[in-house]
């Protein structure tokens, strides 16, 4: 049976929202397109209100971006922003690989943002939510969603999750199926438990 050890990215292993982080990233390199910016913004408001899903706003947000030079813009995006990796998390995948887990980063960011990292930190999966191009290729990977891709992921495989850190309530239905759990806290401490209301 496959023994994981899960994370989520974005507050849990990174400090902050690494999508939200490219997102400036773009709007400051391709300053340019700030005529899109009034129509993300009603889209973001639409969002709040439940009019608009959440695969819509990621597309238009995105929409920023410049698929010509996108692979270097992630180069140098992560160049910039890995030191936001939060310090215990080097030496916590360390001691999952020595007692034999998989390790697994489960997050709601896109695929081409995350891979570089994920691949950098020797994170063994990455489940994420995936994009080609400006599209989205599925729903977006948050909530239960996440159990499901898992599940995917395993392909009648048998695994048990013997850990998982998060630090987002949207997170309890993969805290669920775990048995050791973890939250990380505004100030990038990782402590036991479940994130509190």
């Known amino acids: 049976m496959m023994q994981l050890s899960l994370y ?4 849990t292993l990174y400090r902050g929202d690494a999508t939200r982080d490219f997102w400036k990233y773009c709007f ?3 300053w340019w397109q700030a005529y899109k910016l009034p129509w993300q913004l009603l889209v973001i408001v639409l969002w709040y209100a439940g009019c608009v899903s959440t695969e819509r706003v990621k597309e238009v947000t995105l929409s920023i971006m410049n698929l010509d030079h996108l692979e270097q813009d992630i180069i140098e995006f992560w160049q910039q922003h890995k030191k ?5 998390v080097a030496d916590e995948l360390t001691k999952d690989k020595a007692q034999g887990y998989l390790t697994i980063c489960i997050s709601a960011s896109p695929n081409f943002l995350l891979e570089p990292i994920v691949h950098s930190l ?3 999966y990455l489940i994420c939510t995936r994009m080609e191009g400006k599209c989205m290729v ?3 990977c948050s909530g239960t969603e996440k159990v499901e891709r898992l599940k995917q992921w395993a392909d009648k495989r048998a695994f048990k ?3 998982m850190t ?3 309530r949207v997170d309890l239905p993969l805290y669920a199926v775990a048995h050791h759990k973890f939250w990380v806290n ?3 401490i990782r402590q036991p438990g479940t994130p509190p209301i």
């Not at 989520?8 to 507050?11: H, K, P, Q, V, W």
């Not at 936001?84 to 215990?88: A, D, L, Q, V």
């Open 186 to 188: 505004k100030m990038g």
């Open 166 to 168: 998060s630090d987002a």
């Open 84 to 88: 936001n990796i939060f310090p215990w």
């Open 122 to 124: 020797n994170i063994d």
């Open 8 to 11: 989520d990215f974005d507050g």
């Open 28 to 30: 400051k390199k391709y």
């Open 161 to 163: 999750v013997v850990k």
């Open 138 to 140: 599925h729903k977006n």
